[in-house]
Protein backbone atom coordinates (compact mmCIF):
# COMPACT_ATOMS: atom_id res chain seq x y z
CA UNK A 1 0.00 0.00 0.00
CA UNK A 2 2.80 2.23 1.28
CA UNK A 3 4.05 2.25 -2.20
CA UNK A 4 1.09 3.23 -4.14
CA UNK A 5 1.57 6.84 -2.90
CA UNK A 6 3.78 9.82 -2.80
CA UNK A 7 3.90 13.28 -1.86
CA UNK A 8 3.12 16.04 -4.17
CA UNK A 9 0.15 17.48 -5.92
CA UNK A 10 1.02 15.29 -9.21
CA UNK A 11 0.32 12.02 -7.67
CA UNK A 12 -3.24 13.35 -6.15
CA UNK A 13 -3.36 14.61 -9.98
CA UNK A 14 -3.24 11.72 -11.52
CA UNK A 15 -5.77 9.84 -8.94
CA UNK A 16 -8.32 12.17 -10.04
CA UNK A 17 -7.64 11.31 -13.48
CA UNK A 18 -7.74 7.54 -13.10
CA UNK A 19 -10.89 7.89 -10.54
CA UNK A 20 -14.01 5.65 -11.81
CA UNK A 21 -15.94 7.87 -9.34
CA UNK A 22 -14.43 11.78 -11.16
CA UNK A 23 -18.18 12.57 -12.31
CA UNK A 24 -19.91 12.36 -9.12
CA UNK A 25 -18.54 15.51 -7.19
CA UNK A 26 -20.75 17.31 -10.20
CA UNK A 27 -23.85 15.52 -8.76
CA UNK A 28 -23.74 17.46 -5.64
CA UNK A 29 -24.22 20.84 -4.21
CA UNK A 30 -21.17 21.74 -3.14
CA UNK A 31 -20.56 24.88 -0.41
CA UNK A 32 -18.26 27.77 -2.89
CA UNK A 33 -15.22 27.93 -1.89
CA UNK A 34 -14.90 24.91 0.62
CA UNK A 35 -13.44 21.91 0.71
CA UNK A 36 -16.10 19.84 2.37
CA UNK A 37 -14.93 16.93 3.97
CA UNK A 38 -18.02 16.50 7.21
CA UNK A 39 -19.86 14.05 5.39
CA UNK A 40 -19.94 11.55 8.30
CA UNK A 41 -21.79 14.56 10.50
CA UNK A 42 -24.15 15.54 7.20
CA UNK A 43 -23.48 14.25 3.82
CA UNK A 44 -23.75 17.70 0.98
CA UNK A 45 -27.11 17.81 -1.33
CA UNK A 46 -27.18 15.04 -4.51
CA UNK A 47 -28.88 16.99 -7.05
CA UNK A 48 -30.95 13.99 -7.35
CA UNK A 49 -32.13 14.33 -4.20
CA UNK A 50 -32.93 17.35 -4.35
CA UNK A 51 -35.01 16.45 -7.58
CA UNK A 52 -37.10 14.10 -5.68
CA UNK A 53 -37.52 16.46 -2.42
CA UNK A 54 -39.01 19.17 -5.33
CA UNK A 55 -41.32 16.11 -6.74
CA UNK A 56 -43.28 15.51 -3.67
CA UNK A 57 -43.32 19.02 -2.73
CA UNK A 58 -44.86 19.31 -6.01
CA UNK A 59 -47.30 16.23 -5.41
CA UNK A 60 -48.17 18.00 -2.08
CA UNK A 61 -49.24 21.27 -3.82
CA UNK A 62 -50.97 19.89 -7.05
CA UNK A 63 -53.29 17.00 -5.60
CA UNK A 64 -53.09 17.48 -1.44
CA UNK A 65 -54.56 14.63 0.58
CA UNK A 66 -54.66 12.57 -3.01
CA UNK A 67 -50.78 11.72 -2.35
CA UNK A 68 -50.86 9.02 -0.29
CA UNK A 69 -52.64 6.99 -2.46
CA UNK A 70 -53.60 8.48 -5.72
CA UNK A 71 -50.62 9.04 -7.31
CA UNK A 72 -47.89 7.60 -9.30
CA UNK A 73 -45.69 6.38 -6.43
CA UNK A 74 -47.76 6.67 -3.52
CA UNK A 75 -46.60 8.04 -0.34
CA UNK A 76 -48.48 5.33 1.42
CA UNK A 77 -45.88 3.07 0.62
CA UNK A 78 -42.75 5.56 0.55
CA UNK A 79 -40.85 4.01 3.64
CA UNK A 80 -41.49 0.26 2.26
CA UNK A 81 -39.93 1.52 -1.40
CA UNK A 82 -37.09 3.57 0.65
CA UNK A 83 -36.31 0.01 2.85
CA UNK A 84 -36.08 -1.77 -0.50
CA UNK A 85 -33.76 0.38 -1.98
CA UNK A 86 -31.58 0.67 1.03
CA UNK A 87 -31.70 -3.49 1.22
CA UNK A 88 -28.95 -4.05 -0.78
CA UNK A 89 -26.61 -1.73 1.21
CA UNK A 90 -26.57 -3.90 4.34
CA UNK A 91 -27.01 -7.13 2.63
CA UNK A 92 -31.01 -7.56 3.71
CA UNK A 93 -34.03 -8.38 2.07
CA UNK A 94 -36.59 -5.94 0.79
CA UNK A 95 -38.82 -7.05 3.78
CA UNK A 96 -36.28 -6.46 6.46
CA UNK A 97 -35.25 -2.85 5.80
CA UNK A 98 -37.86 -0.21 6.41
CA UNK A 99 -37.46 4.06 6.20
CA UNK A 100 -38.79 5.15 9.50
CA UNK A 101 -38.48 7.59 12.32
CA UNK A 102 -35.31 8.65 13.67
CA UNK A 103 -32.01 6.58 14.98
CA UNK A 104 -32.52 7.30 18.63
CA UNK A 105 -36.29 6.85 18.56
CA UNK A 106 -35.19 3.35 16.27
CA UNK A 107 -32.80 2.11 19.39
CA UNK A 108 -36.01 2.55 21.70
CA UNK A 109 -38.18 1.22 19.39
CA UNK A 110 -35.69 -2.56 19.00
CA UNK A 111 -34.31 -2.45 22.19
CA UNK A 112 -37.41 -2.65 23.66
CA UNK A 113 -38.81 -5.64 22.01
CA UNK A 114 -35.76 -7.48 22.02
CA UNK A 115 -34.28 -7.07 25.82
CA UNK A 116 -36.37 -9.17 27.80
CA UNK A 117 -34.67 -9.77 31.04
CA UNK A 118 -34.94 -13.42 32.29
CA UNK A 119 -33.28 -14.99 35.42
CA UNK A 120 -29.92 -14.25 35.03
CA UNK A 121 -30.05 -12.66 31.88
CA UNK A 122 -30.43 -9.45 32.55
CA UNK A 123 -28.16 -7.41 31.22
CA UNK A 124 -27.39 -5.11 28.46
CA UNK A 125 -23.53 -4.74 27.04
CA UNK A 126 -22.66 -2.19 25.06
CA UNK A 127 -19.26 -0.05 25.48
CA UNK A 128 -17.60 3.14 26.34
CA UNK A 129 -16.52 4.65 23.16
CA UNK A 130 -20.19 4.38 21.28
CA UNK A 131 -22.19 7.88 20.24
CA UNK A 132 -24.23 8.61 24.02
CA UNK A 133 -27.29 8.71 22.23
CA UNK A 134 -27.07 5.33 22.06
CA UNK A 135 -25.87 4.70 25.86
CA UNK A 136 -28.36 6.96 26.98
CA UNK A 137 -31.32 5.07 25.33
CA UNK A 138 -29.83 2.38 26.56
CA UNK A 139 -29.68 3.73 30.46
CA UNK A 140 -33.54 4.26 30.02
CA UNK A 141 -34.80 1.23 28.79
CA UNK A 142 -32.85 -0.66 31.71
CA UNK A 143 -35.08 1.45 33.90
CA UNK A 144 -38.33 0.73 31.92
CA UNK A 145 -37.72 -2.78 32.81
CA UNK A 146 -37.22 -1.58 36.54
CA UNK A 147 -33.94 -2.19 36.86
CA UNK A 148 -30.87 -0.30 37.53
CA UNK A 149 -28.69 0.62 34.83
CA UNK A 150 -25.51 0.68 37.23
CA UNK A 151 -25.71 -3.47 36.96
CA UNK A 152 -27.54 -3.84 34.28
CA UNK A 153 -26.08 -1.85 31.31
CA UNK A 154 -22.03 -3.09 30.71
CA UNK A 155 -19.69 -1.01 28.82
CA UNK A 156 -16.97 -2.25 27.35
CA UNK A 157 -13.81 -0.35 28.21
CA UNK A 158 -11.36 0.75 26.13
CA UNK A 159 -7.72 0.87 26.71
CA UNK A 160 -6.47 3.14 25.00
CA UNK A 161 -9.76 5.73 24.55
CA UNK A 162 -9.61 5.27 20.61
CA UNK A 163 -10.49 1.82 19.61
CA UNK A 164 -12.30 -1.22 21.36
CA UNK A 165 -10.47 -4.99 21.05
CA UNK A 166 -12.80 -7.47 19.73
CA UNK A 167 -11.63 -10.25 22.46
CA UNK A 168 -12.16 -7.91 24.84
CA UNK A 169 -16.15 -7.56 24.03
CA UNK A 170 -16.23 -11.09 23.53
CA UNK A 171 -14.97 -11.56 26.76
CA UNK A 172 -17.28 -9.43 28.77
CA UNK A 173 -20.46 -11.54 26.95
CA UNK A 174 -20.73 -13.68 30.18
CA UNK A 175 -23.93 -15.33 31.13
CA UNK A 176 -25.80 -12.62 31.92
CA UNK A 177 -26.44 -10.63 28.50
CA UNK A 178 -29.26 -10.75 27.03
CA UNK A 179 -29.04 -8.50 24.23
CA UNK A 180 -25.68 -6.19 22.65
CA UNK A 181 -26.12 -3.25 21.08
CA UNK A 182 -22.44 -1.82 19.57
CA UNK A 183 -21.42 0.94 16.69
CA UNK A 184 -20.20 -0.10 13.46
CA UNK A 185 -17.81 2.43 13.23
CA UNK A 186 -16.79 4.12 16.24
CA UNK A 187 -17.47 7.98 15.58
CA UNK A 188 -14.65 9.65 16.86
CA UNK A 189 -11.51 6.97 15.68
CA UNK A 190 -13.11 5.46 12.91
CA UNK A 191 -12.39 2.30 14.15
CA UNK A 192 -14.88 -0.65 12.20
CA UNK A 193 -15.63 -3.54 14.49
CA UNK A 194 -15.66 -6.77 13.13
CA UNK A 195 -19.53 -7.39 13.01
CA UNK A 196 -19.38 -11.04 11.18
CA UNK A 197 -17.04 -11.81 14.15
CA UNK A 198 -19.10 -10.35 17.08
CA UNK A 199 -22.39 -11.51 15.78
CA UNK A 200 -20.96 -15.41 15.41
CA UNK A 201 -19.74 -14.95 19.19
CA UNK A 202 -23.48 -13.32 20.42
CA UNK A 203 -25.01 -15.88 19.52
CA UNK A 204 -22.81 -18.92 20.20
CA UNK A 205 -23.50 -17.66 23.86
CA UNK A 206 -27.05 -17.24 23.06
CA UNK A 207 -27.03 -13.10 22.93
CA UNK A 208 -29.34 -11.19 20.71
CA UNK A 209 -27.07 -8.97 18.81
CA UNK A 210 -27.81 -5.40 17.17
CA UNK A 211 -25.34 -2.90 15.19
CA UNK A 212 -25.78 0.75 15.18
CA UNK A 213 -24.52 1.58 11.53
CA UNK A 214 -24.82 5.67 11.72
CA UNK A 215 -21.20 5.87 11.02
CA UNK A 216 -20.67 3.34 8.33
CA UNK A 217 -24.42 2.64 5.96
CA UNK A 218 -23.41 4.20 2.44
CA UNK A 219 -19.45 4.05 2.59
CA UNK A 220 -18.99 0.31 3.81
CA UNK A 221 -21.04 -2.49 2.41
CA UNK A 222 -22.67 -4.64 5.47
CA UNK A 223 -24.02 -8.32 4.97
CA UNK A 224 -26.73 -8.40 7.74
CA UNK A 225 -28.36 -11.28 6.82
CA UNK A 226 -25.08 -13.45 5.89
CA UNK A 227 -23.50 -12.53 9.56
CA UNK A 228 -27.68 -13.81 11.12
CA UNK A 229 -27.27 -10.40 12.70
CA UNK A 230 -30.75 -9.58 14.47
CA UNK A 231 -31.30 -5.97 14.59
CA UNK A 232 -29.64 -3.01 13.51
CA UNK A 233 -30.70 1.06 12.86
CA UNK A 234 -28.42 3.56 10.88
CA UNK A 235 -29.02 7.05 10.50
CA UNK A 236 -29.77 8.89 6.64
CA UNK A 237 -28.03 12.32 6.72
CA UNK A 238 -24.84 10.73 7.00
CA UNK A 239 -22.81 9.27 4.17
CA UNK A 240 -26.31 8.27 3.04
CA UNK A 241 -26.87 12.01 1.99
CA UNK A 242 -30.30 13.03 3.19
CA UNK A 243 -30.26 15.91 4.79
CA UNK A 244 -30.88 17.35 8.44
CA UNK A 245 -33.05 15.03 10.51
CA UNK A 246 -33.82 13.07 7.57
CA UNK A 247 -36.09 9.86 8.43
CA UNK A 248 -33.82 7.51 9.72
CA UNK A 249 -33.83 3.28 8.95
CA UNK A 250 -34.07 0.05 11.10
CA UNK A 251 -33.77 -3.53 10.08
CA UNK A 252 -35.21 -6.42 11.58
CA UNK A 253 -34.02 -10.25 10.74
CA UNK A 254 -36.91 -12.23 9.15
CA UNK A 255 -36.04 -14.99 11.34
CA UNK A 256 -37.96 -12.10 14.10
CA UNK A 257 -41.22 -11.20 11.88
CA UNK A 258 -43.17 -12.83 14.19
CA UNK A 259 -41.86 -11.00 17.23
CA UNK A 260 -44.45 -8.67 19.13
CA UNK A 261 -43.11 -4.73 18.51
CA UNK A 262 -42.84 -3.33 21.76
CA UNK A 263 -43.54 0.36 20.63
CA UNK A 264 -46.87 0.11 18.01
CA UNK A 265 -48.78 2.32 16.09
CA UNK A 266 -51.06 2.25 13.65
CA UNK A 267 -48.25 2.44 10.28
CA UNK A 268 -46.95 -0.95 12.30
CA UNK A 269 -49.97 -2.29 10.92
CA UNK A 270 -50.78 -5.32 7.56
CA UNK A 271 -50.40 -2.80 5.15
CA UNK A 272 -53.78 -4.02 3.49
CA UNK A 273 -55.76 -3.54 6.23
CA UNK A 274 -54.34 -0.77 8.29
CA UNK A 275 -57.51 1.39 7.17
CA UNK A 276 -59.93 -1.05 8.99
CA UNK A 277 -59.54 0.96 11.56
CA UNK A 278 -59.53 -2.05 13.84
CA UNK A 279 -58.90 -1.18 17.96
CA UNK A 280 -57.14 -4.57 17.91
CA UNK A 281 -53.30 -4.25 16.82
CA UNK A 282 -52.06 -6.78 13.54
CA UNK A 283 -48.63 -6.32 13.40
CA UNK A 284 -47.13 -6.39 9.77
CA UNK A 285 -44.91 -9.52 9.29
CA UNK A 286 -41.79 -7.46 8.28
CA UNK A 287 -39.74 -4.60 9.55
CA UNK A 288 -42.48 -2.20 8.53
CA UNK A 289 -44.23 -3.70 11.39
CA UNK A 290 -41.74 -1.50 13.48
CA UNK A 291 -42.73 1.67 12.38
CA UNK A 292 -45.00 3.35 14.46
CA UNK A 293 -46.53 6.88 12.75
CA UNK A 294 -47.21 8.38 9.55
CA UNK A 295 -43.58 8.17 7.60
CA UNK A 296 -42.22 11.66 7.57
CA UNK A 297 -42.47 12.15 3.89
CA UNK A 298 -40.85 15.41 3.58
CA UNK A 299 -38.41 13.82 5.85
CA UNK A 300 -37.36 11.01 3.42
CA UNK A 301 -38.48 12.53 -0.12
CA UNK A 302 -34.55 13.58 -0.41
CA UNK A 303 -33.75 10.46 0.76
CA UNK A 304 -34.95 8.51 -2.52
CA UNK A 305 -32.79 10.59 -5.02
CA UNK A 306 -29.79 10.11 -2.47
CA UNK A 307 -30.30 6.59 -2.58
CA UNK A 308 -30.60 6.39 -6.22
CA UNK A 309 -27.24 7.74 -6.52
CA UNK A 310 -25.38 5.62 -4.23
CA UNK A 311 -26.30 2.42 -5.90
CA UNK A 312 -25.53 4.32 -9.34
CA UNK A 313 -22.20 4.40 -8.01
CA UNK A 314 -22.01 1.28 -6.63
CA UNK A 315 -21.36 0.41 -2.44
CA UNK A 316 -18.24 -1.71 -3.27
CA UNK A 317 -16.75 0.56 -5.75
CA UNK A 318 -17.57 3.44 -3.01
CA UNK A 319 -15.94 1.50 0.09
CA UNK A 320 -12.87 1.19 -3.03
CA UNK A 321 -12.41 4.94 -3.10
CA UNK A 322 -12.75 5.51 0.05
CA UNK A 323 -10.61 3.54 1.85
CA UNK A 324 -7.70 4.83 -1.09
CA UNK A 325 -8.48 8.65 0.63
CA UNK A 326 -8.21 7.52 3.79
CA UNK A 327 -4.95 5.94 3.17
CA UNK A 328 -3.56 8.60 1.23
CA UNK A 329 -4.64 10.82 3.91
CA UNK A 330 -2.84 8.53 6.13
CA UNK A 331 0.48 8.24 3.87
CA UNK A 332 0.68 11.99 3.39
CA UNK A 333 0.28 12.62 7.49
CA UNK A 334 3.18 10.25 8.26
CA UNK A 335 5.26 11.76 5.64
CA UNK A 336 4.81 14.99 6.01
CA UNK A 337 3.14 16.33 9.75
CA UNK A 338 4.67 13.55 12.31
CA UNK A 339 7.25 14.77 13.40
CA UNK A 340 8.69 18.06 14.86
CA UNK A 341 7.30 20.60 14.39
CA UNK A 342 3.64 19.15 13.72
CA UNK A 343 3.56 16.26 15.85
CA UNK A 344 0.17 14.97 14.74
CA UNK A 345 -0.69 11.18 15.09
CA UNK A 346 -3.18 9.15 13.38
CA UNK A 347 -5.67 7.84 15.66
CA UNK A 348 -7.58 5.90 13.03
CA UNK A 349 -7.01 2.04 12.04
CA UNK A 350 -4.31 1.74 9.69
CA UNK A 351 -5.69 -1.89 8.59
CA UNK A 352 -8.06 -1.31 6.10
CA UNK A 353 -10.71 -3.94 7.15
CA UNK A 354 -10.57 -1.80 10.47
CA UNK A 355 -11.19 1.70 8.79
CA UNK A 356 -14.54 3.30 8.51
CA UNK A 357 -14.72 6.60 6.65
CA UNK A 358 -13.01 8.90 8.36
CA UNK A 359 -9.49 9.34 9.76
CA UNK A 360 -8.97 10.71 12.99
CA UNK A 361 -5.62 13.38 13.00
CA UNK A 362 -4.68 13.82 17.04
CA UNK A 363 -2.69 16.75 18.20
CA UNK A 364 -2.30 18.45 21.32
CA UNK A 365 -3.34 21.26 19.49
CA UNK A 366 -6.58 20.00 17.93
CA UNK A 367 -8.64 22.78 18.98
CA UNK A 368 -6.69 25.85 17.33
CA UNK A 369 -6.13 23.53 14.35
CA UNK A 370 -9.61 23.08 14.09
CA UNK A 371 -10.46 26.49 13.95
CA UNK A 372 -7.98 27.74 12.07
CA UNK A 373 -8.99 25.16 9.79
CA UNK A 374 -12.68 26.52 9.44
CA UNK A 375 -10.88 29.95 8.88
CA UNK A 376 -9.38 28.76 5.31
CA UNK A 377 -13.10 27.05 4.36
CA UNK A 378 -12.26 23.51 5.54
CA UNK A 379 -15.10 21.95 6.91
CA UNK A 380 -14.41 18.73 9.17
CA UNK A 381 -14.72 18.73 12.87
CA UNK A 382 -13.53 18.58 15.96
CA UNK A 383 -14.08 16.01 19.05
CA UNK A 384 -12.60 16.28 22.22
CA UNK A 385 -9.87 16.27 23.60
CA UNK A 386 -7.49 16.15 20.57
CA UNK A 387 -9.15 15.21 17.90
CA UNK A 388 -9.74 16.80 14.28
CA UNK A 389 -11.70 14.77 12.42
CA UNK A 390 -11.72 14.68 8.34
CA UNK A 391 -13.73 12.46 5.79
CA UNK A 392 -12.99 12.58 2.32
CA UNK A 393 -16.08 11.74 0.45
CA UNK A 394 -15.84 9.22 -2.82
CA UNK A 395 -18.47 11.13 -3.74
CA UNK A 396 -17.99 14.37 -3.53
CA UNK A 397 -14.14 14.98 -2.92
CA UNK A 398 -11.19 14.18 -4.60
CA UNK A 399 -7.61 13.39 -3.84
CA UNK A 400 -6.47 17.07 -4.94
CA UNK A 401 -8.49 18.27 -2.00
CA UNK A 402 -7.00 15.97 -0.05
CA UNK A 403 -3.46 17.09 -0.75
CA UNK A 404 -4.87 20.52 -0.75
CA UNK A 405 -5.67 19.86 3.45
CA UNK A 406 -2.83 18.49 4.33
CA UNK A 407 -0.84 21.27 2.42
CA UNK A 408 -3.04 23.62 4.38
CA UNK A 409 -2.81 22.11 7.59
CA UNK A 410 0.99 22.37 6.96
CA UNK A 411 1.20 25.82 5.86
CA UNK A 412 -0.56 26.61 9.72
CA UNK A 413 2.47 25.38 11.23
CA UNK A 414 5.78 26.65 8.00
C1 LIG B 1 -25.20 10.05 14.22
C2 LIG B 1 -25.47 8.99 15.21
C3 LIG B 1 -26.66 8.99 15.94
C4 LIG B 1 -27.65 10.11 15.78
O1 LIG B 1 -28.82 9.95 16.48
P1 LIG B 1 -30.12 10.78 16.06
O2 LIG B 1 -31.19 10.14 16.84
O3 LIG B 1 -30.26 10.66 14.58
O4 LIG B 1 -29.88 12.20 16.44
C5 LIG B 1 -26.88 7.96 16.83
N1 LIG B 1 -25.97 6.97 17.00
C6 LIG B 1 -24.81 6.95 16.31
C7 LIG B 1 -23.83 5.83 16.52
C8 LIG B 1 -24.53 7.96 15.40
O5 LIG B 1 -23.38 7.94 14.70
Known sequence: MENEFEVGEALAKKLDNDDPLADFPSKFYIPENTIYMNGNSLGLLPKKGEKTLLRVLEEWKTVGVKGWVNIEQPWFFFAEKLGEKAASLVGAKPSEVIATGTTTINIHSLISTFYEPVGK????????????????????????????????????????????????????????IAIILLPSALFRSGQLLDMKYLTEEAHKRGILIGWDCSHSVGVVPHYFDEWGVDFAIWCSYKYLNAGPGASAFLYVNEKHFNKEAALSGWFGYVKEKQFEMNLHFEQAKNAGGWQISSPSILGSAALEGALDLILEAGIDEIREKSLKMTSYMIFLVDELLSKEPYIFSVGTPREEERRGGHVALEHKEAYKIHEELLKKNVVHDFRPPNIVRI??????????????VISIIKNLFD
Open 121 to 176: KTKILADVLNFPTDIYALQSQVKLKGLDPKENLILVESENGRFLEEETIIDAMTEE
Open 391 to 404: TPSALYNTYAEIWE
